[in-house]
């Protein structure tokens, strides 16, 4: 058995999801506390890659603490206490919010159905420190016109699709074709630009690529209909910018099976 735990961080203060020596990680965080509450070192394998900066509302990760031994007393803590226990240990921009018993066989990553990842773009002719590392702010505002453009945009890229012209340089995935179930952006009751996407899985970089896409249409910088040409492309320098990992947050993971997260 394994300890599933979901996970939210904020990103600002850390570099990455991975684990890197020397440096605060989401992996880093949760395995030092882990070995902390278990008393020796524990496997942490986390749903997905994310950059510094990167936000996760429901990021989702496996602790084994006894390796493969599916016995009673494989984890010396109740499942329902492990979210407690490892907020104990854990700092201020990484907690966790629920844990589950699952299979040994369970993998967090290629066990996955969808992902969905929502961006923010904040919008206004001046700076909002409340706002610093938490949205991409643009000082020239969208019109509502601007938006519709987007969303209509974005309708373009809904589908199964090679989204090569998405993906940034430095990633060694030879299959690049993802499908991508809904598209949407819309603003917010307080003002905020959200583009909410979900797909089966992303490339490097994606969901801030389709982000800089969109933003670059919204600014009439790319055309909406040239989305199609775009994608059939397959060229990276014909997509729009890479939007700064800020407005970027993992919103939902989705598993074949419902997870009955426990807190106590």
Not at 79 to 100: D, M, Q
Not at 177 to 191: A, P, Q, T, W
Not at 232 to 243: H, I, L, N, P, V
């Amino acid at each position: 058995m394994k300890i599933l735990i979901k996970v939210r961080y904020y990103g600002a203060d850390l570099n990455g999801s991975q684990v890197q020596p020397g440096l605060p990680t989401v992996q880093g965080e949760l395995t030092s506390a882990a070995r902390e509450i278990f008393g020796f070192d524990c496997d942490v394998t986390g749903c997905s890659r994310t950059d510094s900066g990167v936000h996760a509302l429901s990021y989702c990760a496996t602790v084994n603490p006894r390796g493969n031994v599916d016995s009673d007393g494989w984890c010396p803590v109740p499942i329902e206490k492990v979210p407690r226990a490892f907020n104990s240990k854990l700092p201020p921009s990484v907690s966790v919010c629920g844990a589950c018993a699952v299979d040994s066989s369970f993998h967090p990553r290629y066990d996955v159905v969808s992902k969905e990842y929502f961006y923010l773009i904040y919008d206004a002719p001046f700076r909002d420190p409340f706002l610093v590392s938490r949205a991409w702010q643009i000082c020239r505002p969208f019109s509502e016109e601007d938006i519709a453009s987007m969303r209509r945009a974005a309708t373009r890229m809904v589908g199964k699709r090679d989204f090569s012209a998405f993906m940034a340089s430095g990633s060694d995935v030879s299959d690049t074709v993802r499908e991508i179930y809904s598209l949407d952006v819309f603003r917010r009751d307080d003002g905020i630009i959200n583009i909410t996407v979900s797909a089966d899985g992303f490339l490097y970089n994606m969901v801030r690529i389709i982000a800089g896409t969109l933003a670059a249409v919204g600014q009439g910088k790319i055309a909406e209909d040239e989305i199609s040409a775009i994608i059939e492309s397959k060229d990276r320098f014909r997509a729009g910018q890479t939007a700064p990992p800020d407005g970027l947050y993992l919103a939902d993971v989705k598993y074949p099976k419902v997870i009955n997260w426990l807190c106590e």
